[in-house]
């Protein structure tokens, strides 16, 4: 069975902080790939961003960065100099690519952010 | 840049009616899933769709449950005899065939409440 646990349930930080998401995840397939979601106040899911179980680059996207360590099974988002805008919850998420995994998505339970001006 | 569009946006309906929530994927997307989120919690797999059959399901998604793709561009989901706890916000999603793991890009949900 696959399991994302995000066990940072609410995050409060003030404008221009750092932030980092925890995700940790629980899969028995050797290739999977992991990823994370926005979800505004608005309601819809944005994607963000995807690895491959095989690809342990880090990877910096703006004010975005992941790391991902096979390792410890995690994979962290952080966001640098926050802003309100960044406010949302963020979902990281777990595709298998065997067996009956393969194609959905199974997501944790999300962090709310908020960034307070 | 393409997107996946979903009607209604929102919809009320009474307990135990039919409801059909409608879809319109990308349209060089060939895997279609729907998910659910109640209000406050996570994003659940209900189903997937592939080749005009269900290719994997949730243990949520039981005999209440069917979803069709009609013509060449719908996808729909509907729920028979609808209960309260029905109540959710519901995702429907797609991705391109092309490659394993590729993003599955969202719709912006349905929210659909039961009285």
């Known amino acids: ?117 | 840049e393409p997107e996946v569009t979903q009607t209604p946006s929102h919809q009320v309906t009474q307990m135990g009616q039919e409801v059909i929530l409608r879809c319109v994927p990308i349209s060089n997307h060939l895997y279609f899933y729907w998910y659910r989120q109640i209000l406050g919690q996570k994003v659940e797999f209900l189903v997937s769709f592939y080749n005009n059959e269900i290719s994997e399901k949730s243990e949520i998604f039981d005999d209440q449950f069917s979803v069709e793709r009609p013509d060449g561009s719908n996808f729909t989901l509907k729920i028979r005899s609808t209960k309260l706890e029905d109540s959710a916000m519901y995702f429907c999603a797609s991705r391109t065939r092309q490659g394993a793991g590729q993003p599955q890009h969202f719709g912006d949900g349905t929210r659909l409440s039961i009285l």
Request: charged letters at 20%.
């Open chain 1, 1 to 117: 069975a696959q399991k994302v646990t995000q066990a940072q349930t609410e995050i409060s930080v003030v404008e221009k902080e750092d932030v980092t998401l925890d995700c940790v995840y629980e899969t028995r397939d050797t290739t999977y790939y992991l990823f994370w979601y926005k979800q505004p106040p608005s309601g819809e899911l944005v994607f963000l961003i995807r690895r491959n179980s095989f690809d342990e680059q880090n990877e910096i996207s703006g004010r975005y960065s992941w790391n991902f360590q096979k390792s410890t099974s995690s994979f962290n988002f952080t966001i640098t100099a926050s802003q309100v805008v960044d406010s949302a919850v963020y979902f990281c998420a777990l595709m298998g690519a065997g067996g009956t995994s393969y194609g959905k998505l199974t997501f944790g339970q999300g962090t709310i952010l908020t960034v307070h001006p």
